[in-house]
């Protein structure tokens, strides 16, 4: 059988919103978005995709699977990776896969959902995710599949049954070797994703999603780990001193007196 | 998943050259913290590696009261999956309410592996920790690339949690306190299926990001790699080194390893200037943390100004060179 990658891609709100579009409601437990902030295809998951399809465009028999878990979804955004041109797209859309601070019952679904696609020999996924920034779905699902994980790569290449991917490190990587099936997760260093082509934006209006609820998984919620108490707008306690001067050049003349006059440098 | 047998907090350490990391530290005197709260209970700790035992020692007498060692060679003990057998080796024995990690390269993955491996899930990236009144772990951590602070209740025991370097402050070390070592059995090698191939190392020129005092860090308004030569002048006037936003490594002006932010370093210099950064809460995730923070950009109402302690709003091209030549008369 050629090998079956599924890519683990969450939907999230555009992680380039400015600070200042988030607030908090009256409970002060729920996180808002206020104006029309869109939905993306969590940044990392992108970098996923295309580590994918870099695999695939090694040898173009292998085939990818996109899985999404959420409540609702924006088609036209969580088909993006079938655009870039990944082959298939299963949605794990029930109300009760809440987007919630606690991932034990998403990486449930996600792992019962990897069972349900039959063979899978390897699962790629964004190192992280850009609301909560968890990033232990992806390793929650190996644990639970009792797979090896590579984390944080920033390079993935497959051979026969092996799977070698470049391990990111502050002052450079490691080759590290798994035997599939096995979980791997991508960080930006890959390199930018892909933009779809016309050919599959209009192939990817074709496909249709799967759609699986928790019930057709058979899985149902575990106890719960974690609870948001509360969130809030961090605290603004920085007073800013801001320099002026008869110029730009007076400016930065005085900065540099300030900050040495403060002890600063 | 309760079990009311559990007590104490256990801290999965790394070792750096026979001692406990410096995070690791960090996170003994985080834990004593919260053992106040805790009449009777025991700090405990895991140490695998090179020399555990003589690392133990030091963890003793950092306040720790019982030390779980596991000889290994360094290589196979800095591997996750052996890290992530040895605290589950030491929270069998120990069984802890609460267990905590720091989020370092390797923590940011043993911590959450370890968690799911106990049947729960991991409290990430805290920058405090404390205990509600029903005894239960509660923390606070950003969320969305830091735009919001969150306090997030671990219901689970043992509850597990992934602390953030330089959160706390380690303790003076007092080698009169006594505490037990408790050696473990554990084959580390035979724990690891991801094999290490090869380390590349590539030399990190000048000081590293995380261990400098003064960082210089530009961003897209720059508006190319040259003005980051520049950069490097200020920061070797400073005895500093350089940074850059997203943006900038995007553009391909500068190397990854350069960036500042929720995907680049985290830092926490004494000094933090940013030059034509507009302040971004990804990249405020990375330098939020610094003592001062200084900001130059054209844009009065950029984000950058919520954030710095000093700001000129300014072309940097007329700002930076006539900011250089006062330090250089200053500094003389």
């Known amino acids: ?265 | 998943m309760t079990d009311s047998n559990a007590q104490g907090v256990l801290v999965v350490g790394e070792i750096e050259h026979g001692a406990p990391s410096a995070a690791t530290l960090e996170l003994l005197a985080a834990g004593r913290a919260l053992l106040r709260k805790l009449p009777g209970e025991h700090l405990s700790a895991v140490l695998a590696g090179e020399r555990a035992a003589d690392a133990a020692a030091r963890a003793i007498a950092a306040g720790v009261d019982i030390v779980y060692t596991i000889e290994a060679d360094a290589d196979v003990a800095s591997h996750p999956d052996a890290l992530v057998a040895a605290g589950l080796e030491a929270a069998k024995a120990a069984s802890p309410r609460i267990v905590l990690g720091p989020r370092t390269v390797l923590g940011r993955e043993v911590l959450p592996r370890l968690a799911f491996r106990l049947g729960t899930a991991l409290a990430q990236d805290c920058t405090a920790l404390d205990l509600d009144d029903q005894r239960r772990l509660t923390v606070t951590r950003p969320i969305y690339g830091g735009a919001i602070q969150a306090t997030v209740t671990c219901l689970s025991t043992p509850s597990v949690a992934a602390v953030r370097p330089k959160a706390y402050d380690a303790e003076v070390a007092d080698s009169g306190r006594a505490g037990t070592v408790v050696p473990l059995t554990l084959d580390l090698a035979s724990t690891v299926r991801a094999r290490l191939v090869e380390r590349v190392t590539r030399p990190v020129e000048g000081k590293r990001l995380e261990d400098a005092r003064v960082i210089v860090s530009g961003g897209r308004g720059l508006g190319g790699p040259e003005p980051f030569k520049k950069l490097e002048e200020l920061a070797g006037l400073l005895h500093g080194t350089v940074g850059a936003s997203r943006a900038a490594v995007d553009a391909g002006w500068v190397p990854a390893a350069m960036q500042v932010g929720l995907t680049g370093k985290t830092v926490t210099p004494d000094v933090y200037i940013a030059v034509g950064i507009s302040g971004a809460s990804q990249h405020m995730a990375g330098c939020g943390s610094a003592k001062t923070i200084v900001a130059i950009n054209k844009d009065p109402n950029a984000t950058i100004f919520k954030h710095a302690h000093y700001g000129v709003a300014g072309d940097w091209q007329k700002v930076l060179p006539a900011f250089m030549d006062q330090l250089h008369e200053l500094l003389r």
Do not use: C
């Open chain 1, 1 to 265: 059988m050629p090998l079956h990658i599924v890519v683990l891609a969450k939907q999230v709100t555009d992680s380039e919103a400015p600070a200042s579009a988030y607030s908090v409601d009256a409970t002060g437990k729920r996180v808002v978005l206020q104006g029309s902030v869109p939905f993306i295809v969590n940044g990392f998951d992108e970098n996923a995709v295309e580590a994918a399809l870099r695999i695939k465009d090694a040898a173009p028999d292998r085939r990818i699977t996109v899985v999404s878990a959420g409540t609702e979804f924006a088609l036209d955004v969580v088909k993006k990776p079938v655009a870039m041109g990944a082959e298939a797209l299963v949605l794990l859309q029930d109300g009760a896969f809440q987007n919630t601070i606690d991932p034990l019952f998403t990486v449930r679904a996600l792992a019962a959902a990897i069972h349900k696609l039959g063979q899978v020999d390897l699962v790629l996924a964004g190192r992280q995710a850009s609301d909560w920034d968890n990033s232990q779905v992806p390793l929650g699902v190996a644990e639970t599949l009792g797979w090896p994980v590579i984390h944080v790569t920033q390079r993935v290449d497959v051979s026969g049954a092996t799977v070698r991917a470049h391990r990111v490190l502050p002052d450079g990587h490691e080759v590290v070797e798994a035997p599939l099936p096995a979980v791997v997760t991508v960080s930006n260093e890959l390199g930018s994703p892909r933009y779809p082509n016309m050919r599959g934006i209009m192939a990817s209006k074709r496909v249709q999603p799967t759609v699986w609820t928790a019930a057709d998984l058979g899985v149902s919620r575990p106890a719960p780990a974690l609870e948001l108490a509360a969130a809030a707008l961090p605290k603004r306690t920085v007073e800013t001193e801001l320099i002026k001067g008869d110029d730009d050049a007076d400016a930065g003349r005085k900065l540099a007196m300030r900050l040495r006059e403060a002890r600063l440098l």
